[in-house]
Antibody, heavy 119, light 107 residues
């Protein structure tokens, strides 16, 4: 069964770049059936989709974040990554990675990783 | 962007109650709607996909329906483990968008 695990620094300084990795086990990110995505949740608030990547390299971003976000995949390591530049305190959130098949919702999800933006 | 308006934002209910949560899409999303359950900011769990299909392993007291651009999640008889926050999400088109959430609390 597929499992996803986020990793990366829990503390990032304002104006710097947030970098997270989602490692996939029990399945290949090279499968043509799936999209791999990032979703975040500020403390006490709702869910926001950040973006997704397909195995063929196609990426899809939330327009509200597009100018600051890059999602990439490394099939040799079976993981995909999120980079978000010029972060501010508003980017403090629990960051989740998740898998989605075409026509399906996100399932499964990683456990999430808290990223705090603070000097 | 497609806006998902979820209501109510919170509700109080007792064990055994029938609970209904609504999500309205700002434009047609066909039936590309999912419902998730989230407990204490753990990872959301998918309950329903394509508006009315139950994910494997989800109790049958959960159900979903669609009427045009209005979607409903119903819990037929609320159980103690159902107290959580519920989110809808459209996946008809990018950007993918979530409703604001409904917190179901114990009365």
């Amino acid at each position: 069964q597929v499992q996803l695990q986020e990793s990366g620094p829990g503390l990032v300084k304002p104006s710097e770049t947030l970098s997270l990795t989602c490692t996939v086990s029990g399945g290949s990110i090279s499968s043509s059936s799936y999209y791999w995505g990032w979703i975040r949740q500020p403390p006490g608030k709702g869910l926001e989709w950040i973006g997704s990547i397909h195995y063929n390299g196609n990426t899809y971003y939330n327009p509200s974040l597009r100018s600051r976000v890059t999602i990439s995949a490394d099939t040799s390591k079976n993981h995909f990554s999120l980079k978000m530049s010029s972060v501010t305190a508003a980017d403090t959130a629990l960051y989740y990675c998740a898998r989605r098949a075409y026509g399906d919702p996100f399932d499964p999800w990683g456990q999430g990783t808290l990223v705090t933006v603070s000097s | 962007d497609i806006q998902m308006t979820q209501s109510p934002s919170s509700l109080s209910a007792s064990v055994g109650d029938r609970v209904t949560i609504t999500c309205r899409a700002s434009q047609s999303i066909n039936s590309w709607l999912a419902w998730y359950q989230q407990k204490s900011e753990k990872a959301p769990k998918s309950l329903i996909y394509a508006a009315s299909n139950l994910q494997s392993g989800v109790p049958s007291r959960f159900s979903g329906s669609r009427s045009g651009t209005d979607f409903t999640l119903t819990i037929s008889s609320l159980q103690p483990e159902d107290f959580a926050t519920y989110y809808c999400q459209q996946y008809n088109s990018y950007p993918l968008t979530f409703g604001g959430g409904t917190k179901v609390e114990i009365k």
